[in-house]
């Protein structure tokens, strides 16, 4: 049983379809790159195994003991408020909030796992610090951070690398495919910047409204490789 | 009577003792959920909320329909009549808040009705402007509540200040980001609704002394003071609370002192406390630009 199995699924705001026909599986330990231009679906297939969207028909299924609510989700960073008063503790602090189910108080174990999870992306120094002063690249690493604390098996990262130089990228791909390879974790990563998000990925899932494309990187590749050669239609 | 004089007399004492019980707690409860409203940018929430509970209390006092005798003793309830038309209010501006027509449309909606309703039914039933004037901008510094009442207040603002620290860790999370809270199993929705209820109530309890017009200035102004001052959530919400007892206690004083109404005052000082600091963090802000 794959973690999550995405079934003929078909996703609309207020009935007017922006993708449909996807179909695919994401296992343990895989790294799917979902590709694809600015507006063709991505954030939106997101937003529905996440929950947060309605499914419009098809079907979304977890196994492996996954839970829809115990996915850690990056979102865009442009989504949060930029003049929010929060330390970067109490940011991260709040990704553990899920598994608490009604207790109203973090516990040790809850501190404890901030701990480690910041020190796994190399942010314990930017505990106290306010969040709406860090650098971009802090400010993403934050938010993954309080995505670990949310899950055990799978991140789904959406743009994590929009508006970062190229020094910083690298580190940020270099960190999630540690995350992948280290901790075992599965990424779903979204991105439009295909030459460099799909280097540490296992399987491509190309969107356009439909998947263009579901495999394996190496398949992908040959895939894009022929149709060059073909001069076909790709980008 | 003279300021000291006032606090010799028992009766006087015992009038301004219960007055201080209800305007520190109704500072406290309004400045701890003004953070999250102010961060939400909801804050004109209260707005709508007052004005419409200003309506309420305008069937409350006219009509005189909520006024028991039980036992020969005469019980109001008065204000439970106005707390749930307020939490309906309440519940209905989320309910629009998530349909098409955004938030700030309803809240309007509610607040002129609410004050033009108000005005018509003391029109209506001929009571005179001082009524209006008290509803609208509250006592004046002899604030006079009925012990019933008095136990009323008191147990909703204890409640309020319960749930919020009950719920702190979570009202924090759906405030930085509501998306991020429900796809991990926070439901946004229900601590929008909770927040909402928590200051519907909190409005009621603090209509009859800062009046339908002030009360939301005690929801905003602690909490934008305090974000000029702390980085944290946790230090902009206590700093809030801070601000918001200090604002009120010297209002009520020079309320007292000068026999002003008691919420201009109390507000004044709020908008003055936030301009100061205001002034203080853009000079801050200056300064490092200058050191750059
Ligand atoms: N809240 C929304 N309401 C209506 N249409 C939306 C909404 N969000 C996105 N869309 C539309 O859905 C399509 C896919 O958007 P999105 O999934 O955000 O694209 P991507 O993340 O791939 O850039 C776009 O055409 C966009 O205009
Ligand atoms: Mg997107």
Request: proline share 2%; aromatic share 10%; hydrophobic share 50%.
């Amino acid at each position: 049983m794959p973690l999550i199995e995405v079934k003929d699924l078909a996703l609309a705001y207020e009935g007017h379809v922006v993708a449909k026909n996807i179909n695919f599986t994401v296992n343990e330990g895989d790294y799917l790159c979902i590709i694809g231009e600015n507006g063709s679906g991505k954030t939106t297939l997101m937003k529905a195994i996440l929950g947060l969207l309605k499914i419009y028909s098809g079907e979304i299924n977890f196994g492996e003991g996954l839970t829809q609510t115990e996915i850690g989700y990056m979102p865009q960073r442009t989504d949060i408020q930029k003049d929010f008063p929060a330390t970067c503790y109490e940011v991260v602090l709040s990704g553990t909030l899920g598994s608490k189910k009604f207790k109203p108080f973090y516990s040790k174990e809850d501190k404890k796992r901030v701990e480690e999870n910041m020190a796994i992306l190399g942010i314990e120094d930017l505990k106290k610090r306010s969040f709406q002063d860090l650098s971009g690249g802090q400010q993403q690493r934050v938010l993954l951070a309080r995505a670990l604390c949310a899950t055990e098996k799978i991140i789904l990262l959406d743009e994590p690398v929009t508006g970062l130089d190229p020094i910083v990228t690298a580190e940020m791909y270099g960190i999630i495919k540690r995350l992948n390879e280290e901790h075992g974790i599965a990424v779903i990563m979204i991105s439009h910047d295909i030459a460099g998000a799909i280097d540490s990925a296992s399987h491509i899932l190309h969107l356009h409204h439909e998947p263009l494309f579901f495999g394996t990187k190496d398949e992908y590749l040959l895939n894009q490789a022929a149709k060059d050669f073909l001069g076909g239609e790709n980008k | 009577m003279s300021f000291t004089q006032m606090f010799a007399d028992p009766m006087i004492s015992e009038i301004i003792i219960k007055a201080i019980l209800v305007g520190f707690m109704v500072s406290l409860c309004s400045s701890l959920l003004g953070v999250s409203l102010v961060l939400k940018r909801f804050s004109m929430i209260g707005d709508g909320l007052s004005h419409f509970g200003f309506f309420a209390v305008a069937i409350a006092t006219t009509t005189k329909a909520f006024d028991i005798i039980l036992n020969g003793k005469q019980i109001s309830f008065a204000l439970e009549f106005e707390m749930a038309v307020v939490v309906l209010v309440a519940i209905i501006i989320l309910r629009i808040n998530n349909s098409k027509t955004k938030g700030d449309a309803a809240i309007a909606i509610f607040s002129t009705a609410g004050i033009a309703l108000g005005s018509i039914i003391y029109n209506v039933t001929g009571n005179n402007t001082m009524d209006v004037c008290t509803s609208l901008f509250g006592s004046t510094s002899i604030f006079t509540i009925s012990n019933t009442d008095l136990v009323f207040t008191m147990i909703i603002s204890l409640l309020v200040l319960a749930m919020f620290v009950v719920f702190y860790s979570r009202i924090f999370a759906v405030t930085f980001d509501p998306e991020f809270s429900k796809a991990t199993g926070t439901s946004a929705n229900f601590y929008n609704t909770l927040i909402a209820i928590l200051t519907a109530v909190t409005i009621v309890i603090g209509m009859k002394m800062m009046g339908a017009i002030m009360i939301s200035g005690l929801i905003i102004f602690p909490a934008l003071s305090a974000m000029r001052v702390c980085k944290s959530f946790k230090g902009v919400v206590l700093t809030s609370a801070v601000f918001s007892v200090i604002c009120f206690l010297i209002g009520f004083f020079i309320a007292c002192r000068f026999s002003f109404q008691t919420g201009p005052t109390v507000v004044t000082i709020d908008v003055g406390a936030f301009l100061i600091f205001l002034l203080i963090s853009k000079l801050k802000a200056r300064k490092k630009v200058e050191s750059i």
